[in-house]
């Protein structure tokens, strides 16, 4: 279906606290869309049922984790007047889409999708058993977002394969039971290394199940440990004086990510841009602590502010339910509406559908006759 409005859906999965992978990939963005005016209606969900589909042993920690994410999104500065923050439990409609898309997908198609697939190995769930419903996930993902009729999905790059089965999704509904559902299209960070940060030991994705996080409400102790105890550089650069390498240095990914020309002025001013600091590291001569300093400066200056803002929002903990809550009654309208439509289009909305009086009425003549 053609929307004329410019509608964002877009979510996390309450399984522990947002971290910096989370803050470049998505939550800053999302913050500059808000504060853009240029979108009708901005939705976050944060998708608790699709956590418990591999937490299913640990719904405590799930519901544990709703608070910090709410937390975690306010102290970042995304603003309740201006979005809607809900939860997915919350938000009956989305069950029932899932349910109705299932029949719309195969499990080979599932089954190619690269994120489920790495996923799966990530989790373990090849050798232990795979849960139905974690296999299904992407599906209840497409029910996530069409159900808000978003046109735009910021993300992280490890969720395109996701955007593009929901975008197969919406294709197959309108064709099979006529136009009803909007086309979504994903919206990724332009700078690489925004689109995937690495965890601070180097593995490809920094992320909550993997343990090598640098998370926003981290102290700054926590912070200067990871980065000055855990941080993966170049294990050639033994001496000062030897040549560096850049390629797979995390310290040098994440000032790729984060650092500007204004940091170096504030924290680093022998340099007056990264190039020039890169540089001067491959030739040899700058040392990993010297990096590594500026980096956990460079780390601070986003942190703080964030930091304070959580400690205001902590002592309101009454109002964050109150937000979540005002948010959920808004998100339900919006999703019930949608859900009116589909069932409408499926021509499965038999209480509200008069003219199936008239069809068994014929029905019955005809076999009378
Ligand atoms: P889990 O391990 O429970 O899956 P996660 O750390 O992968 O947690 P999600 O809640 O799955 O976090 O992801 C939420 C959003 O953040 C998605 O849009 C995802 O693309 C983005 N994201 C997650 N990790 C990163 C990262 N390291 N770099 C960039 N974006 C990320
Ligand atoms: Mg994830």
Redesign the pocket.
């Known amino acids: 279906m053609e929307s004329n409005k410019k509608i964002i859906l ?1 979510g ?2 309450p ?1 522990g606290r947002l ?1 910096l ?2 803050y ?3 939550l800053k963005r999302r913050v500059e869309l808000q504060n853009s005016g240029e979108y009708d209606d901005i939705n976050i969900l944060i998708a608790d049922d699709q ?1 418990l589909t591999d937490n299913a042993d640990n719904p405590g920690k799930i519901r544990d984790n709703i608070i910090n994410v709410v937390l975690d999104y306010l102290s970042v500065g995304l603003d309740p007047d201006k979005v809607t923050i809900c939860i997915q439990s919350a938000l009956p409609a989305l069950h029932s889409l899932t349910f109705y898309y299932m029949n719309l997908v195969t499990t080979a198609r599932v089954s190619r999708n690269p994120t489920v697939k790495s996923e799966i190995q990530m989790r373990g769930f090849a050798d232990e058993g795979l849960p139905v419903g974690f296999f299904c996930y992407p599906i209840s993902q497409a029910a996530d977002i069409t159900a808000f009729d978003a046109t735009v999905v910021p ?5 395109l394969p996701m955007i593009e089965q929901t975008r197969e999704i919406v294709e197959k509904f309108n064709k099979t039971y006529g136009d009803t559902l909007v086309l979504p299209r994903a919206v990724i960070p332009e700078n690489e290394t ?4 690495p965890g601070v030991d180097g593995k490809a ?5 993997l343990g090598n996080c640098i998370y926003l409400s981290d102290t700054p102790g926590t912070v200067k440990k990871q980065v000055n105890g855990k941080m993966f550089t170049d294990p050639q650069h033994l001496r000062i004086e030897d040549p560096g390498h850049i390629e797979g240095n995390v310290v040098f990914t994440y000032l790729d990510a984060l650092c500007t020309d204004d940091d170096f002025a504030q924290f680093l001013p022998d340099y007056s841009c990264l190039d020039e600091m890169k540089e001067h590291y491959m030739r040899g001569g700058l040392g990993d602590g010297t990096c590594k300093k500026f980096l956990i400066s460079v780390l601070e200056k986003t942190l703080v502010p964030i930091r304070e803002s959580r400690a205001k929002w902590e002592e309101n903990i009454g109002d964050v339910y109150d937000i979540l809550n005002d948010g959920i009654i808004r998100a339900r309208k919006k999703t019930d509406a949608v859900l009116s439509r589909v069932r409408k289009s499926m021509r499965i909305d038999y209480f509200e559908d008069r003219n199936i009086i008239g069809e068994w009425e014929n029905l019955l003549k005809d076999r009378k006759q």
Not at 155 to 159: L, N
Not at 205 to 209: A, L, P, T, V
């Open positions: 877009t996390d999965r399984t971290h992978g989370h470049v990939g998505s956590a993300v992280g790059e490890d969720q925004q689109r995937r940060l994705k920094m992320s909550k199940s």
